[in-house]
T-cell receptor, first 112, second 113 residues
Framework: SQELEQSPQSLIVQEGKNLTINCTSS?????LYWYKQKYGEGLIFLMM?????EEKSHEKITAKLDEKKQQSSLHITASQPSHAGIYLC????????????FGTGTRLQVTL | DGGITQSPKYLFRKEGQNVTLSCEQN?????MYWYRQDPGQGLRLIYY???????QKGDIAEGYSVSREKKESFPLTVTSAQKNPTAFYLC????????????FGDGTRLSIL
């Protein structure tokens, strides 16, 4: 079965600082989904990566998938308090997102 | 607005009691999912359904049951056989096809009295 490891498990950064969250798979990924979750709420879809070397950006968040399609990174530039939450990566092992395996999440706190 | 509605937001279960968590979607999605989230363990798949009147066990189905009588609804029953039901339960749905993300409800937090 596919396993996903996220690092770090938790992160505290000062507002305005940059940060990177990593997601590493034990197997080649058909697709990699990034979600954000606020405590006690559902998951909000951020981005999906499918091709080796692919990079996508939305506002101040950039996600990349390496050429071997086994590692993804999520980079936040100039962090803001609104970026605080839990970031989860989900791996697609079938090519259709019909069954995702999720990492354990990275808890991000942004201090003023 | 289209979306996924989970109810109730908070639920308490007594020993030996079955409880049912509701999940309704108006996105016209074919597939629906139930996940359990525990601190530090991410999301684990309980059951999923890709079509009405059909569903499959996920990784941790023991102690749970589901039904899919309507496309819009996928209720989850936590039975008395589930000895450690305290967790945050998330329902999701998916439009079948390439490059489509799963959409999530706001979750139900279940606790034991």
């Amino acid at each position: 079965s596919q396993e996903l490891e996220q690092s770090p498990q938790s992160l505290i950064v000062q507002e305005g600082k940059n940060l990177t969250i990593n997601c590493t798979s034990s197997k080649t990924l058909y697709g990699l989904y990034w979600y954000k979750q606020k405590y006690g709420e559902g998951l909000i879809f951020l981005m999906m990566l499918q091709k080796g070397g692919e990079e996508k950006s939305h506002e101040k968040i950039t996600a990349k998938l390496d050429e071997k399609k086994q590692q993804s990174s999520l980079h936040i530039t100039a962090s803001q308090p609104s970026h605080a939450g839990i970031y989860l990566c989900g791996a697609d092992g079938t090519g259709t997102a019909s069954k995702l395996t999720f990492g354990t999440g990275t808890r991000l706190q942004v201090t003023l | 607005d289209g979306g996924i509605t989970q109810s109730p937001k908070y639920l308490f279960r007594k020993e030996g009691q079955n409880v049912t968590l509701s999940c309704e979607q108006n996105l016209n999605h074919d597939a629906m999912y139930w996940y359990r989230q525990d601190p530090g363990q991410g999301l684990r798949l309980i059951y999923y359904s890709q079509i009405v009147n059909d569903f499959q066990k996920g990784d941790i189905a023991e102690g749970y049951s589901v039904s899919r009588e309507k496309k819009e609804s996928f209720p989850l029953t936590v039975t008395s056989a589930q000895k450690n039901p305290t967790a945050f339960y998330l329902c999701a749905s998916l439009r079948q096809g390439q490059n489509q993300p799963q959409h999530f409800g706001d979750g139900t937090r279940l606790s034991i009295l």
